[in-house]
């Protein structure tokens, strides 16, 4: 805009893996807005999407579309909610920005009952995760944590916070919001050969070159 050249290092938060304005891409984007675009409710390209990324994904036994990161998270935590019949959430990392998260941090405007539902992990250990199941027996809805927030454990230690969070009567979600894809076509829990019981993914340039979100659940 301003008549300067610029690199984005960050390619969009990850989002752009081709880059822009990568030719393929952008030519089967043209071809869609020739057709329609902003289509309400299921058409054939969303079963063609969804049967490539359960090809992809470990966990995607099944796929559902949204608008955005902060969406995918919402859904993924409201069905862990429905179906444990619980409200507590335990987190690790940012995971959007909607009511049910920003209660775990110093947001304004959050009404007080939401920061009491959720608890934020100091690490991503067997050990914390254990001390907050043990304060909070039988409460927790999910687990749901954002990989890439360091200090990231290995495959080993993932495997036995699963384990311990599943046995609690909880989900275990992954927000693969920042890894899907980039580390690996499946994301982290390729990475660490472990399915989560949902897993939340978006911003798929490659794929489809526009925000989306992806809610994945293996059937646990």
């Not at 009404?111 to 608890?119: A, F, G, K």
């Not at 989560?196 to 911003?203: G, K, N, S």
Request: charged residues 20%; hydrophobic residues 40%.
């Amino acid at each position: 805009m301003d008549g300067n050249d610029y690199v984005d290092l960050l390619a969009a938060w990850g989002t752009n893996i081709l880059g822009y304005g990568y030719p393929r891409v952008a030519k089967a984007m043209h071809a869609q807005v020739d057709a329609f675009v902003g289509v309400g409710l299921p058409y054939p390209k969303f079963l063609e999407l969804g049967r490539l990324l359960s090809s992809v994904i470990p966990c995607a036994d099944l796929v559902r579309f949204g608008k955005n990161g902060s969406d995918a998270t919402m859904g993924a935590v409201r069905l862990a909610r429905a179906v444990t019949g619980r409200d507590r959430v335990l987190h690790r990392g940012y995971h959007g920005f909607h009511d049910w998260f920003m209660a775990s941090t110093g947001c304004h405007g959050i009404p007080q009952p939401l920061r009491r539902m959720i608890t934020t992990l100091p690490e991503l250990s067997p050990e914390a995760v254990g001390e907050a199941l043990r304060e909070h027996p039988e409460q927790f809805a999910c687990l749901i944590i954002d990989p890439m927030v360091p200090p990231i454990p290995d495959a080993v230690k993932v495997e036995e916070i699963v384990a311990m969070t599943r046995k609690a009567g909880a989900f275990v979600i992954f927000d693969e919001i920042v890894t899907d894809f980039s580390l690996a076509p499946g994301g982290m829990q390729e990475v660490w050969g472990i399915e989560p019981d949902l897993a939340c993914y978006a911003h798929i340039s490659h794929l489809r070159n526009r925000k989306s979100w992806y809610n994945f659940s293996n059937g646990r």
